[in-house]
């Protein structure tokens, strides 16, 4: 099994922290983004719209976006299931995968890229800081009843959370998201886990 991937990107990370929470090795192929890899024709014909990650399976099945990619590998691997088999948590998995995508990953990645590029456009900064407020107050709150987003397990949703949090607070977001101390134990749990540790080298 091959992953074209860069180890920077949010989205390869959550295919490796799956891929770690299945114990599974894989080849990982590097696609360097800063020379524009993402956009020769060899990784177009893998992902047509030219980002990271793609997956090949050991039987030659090839295909990308990260959350597609999670749940098949979720499904395909053996080892502990990171999707609910009650009806209801696993609506609330999709739910809060679902409001990440929607809701969350956009601004957040409005600051990362203004302080990852050095471009520093506070007022762009606090469009993305305004427009992460409301799903961090709406897990907050779920968090306060539960460890995690669809009940007492870790699941996919967790998965796909984890890495715009943690670049937000490695680009100094620490003060926006400590105002939610649900979120903030959450995140303890989550990024102590093994698979997170290896998928973002650490």
Not at 81 to 93: E, G, I, R, V
Not at 126 to 146: N, S, T, W, Y
Request: with cysteine; charged share 25%; proline share 6%.
């Amino acid at each position: 099994m091959k992953v074209y991937g860069n180890p920077m990107s949010t989205c390869s990370r959550k295919v490796m922290m799956v891929l770690a929470e299945k114990n599974r090795e894989v080849e990982f192929i590097n696609i360097d983004l800063t020379k524009g890899e993402q956009k020769t024709p060899a990784h177009l014909a893998r992902q047509p719209f030219g980002v990271v990650p793609a997956l090949e399976t050991d039987d030659g099945f090839m295909m990308y976006e990260s959350r597609a990619i999670i749940r098949y590998l979720d499904r395909t691997l053996p080892g502990t299931s990171l999707t609910p088999t009650d009806a209801k948590a696993y609506a609330l998995m999709e739910q809060f995968m679902g409001v990440e995508q929607s809701y969350f990953s956009g601004p957040a990645m409005k600051i990362v890229m203004e302080r990852f590029r050095g471009t520093n456009d506070e007022a762009n900064v606090a469009k993305g800081r305004e427009g992460m407020k409301k799903p961090l107050e709406v897990i907050d709150a779920v968090l306060a009843k539960q460890p995690f987003l669809a009940g007492n397990d870790f699941t996919l949703a967790e998965v796909t959370w984890a890495p715009y949090v943690d670049y937000l607070l490695a680009m100094g977001e620490q003060p926006a998201l400590a105002e939610h101390k649900n979120v903030m134990a959450w995140w303890d749990r989550v990024s102590s886990r093994p698979s997170f540790k290896k998928a973002t080298g650490r």
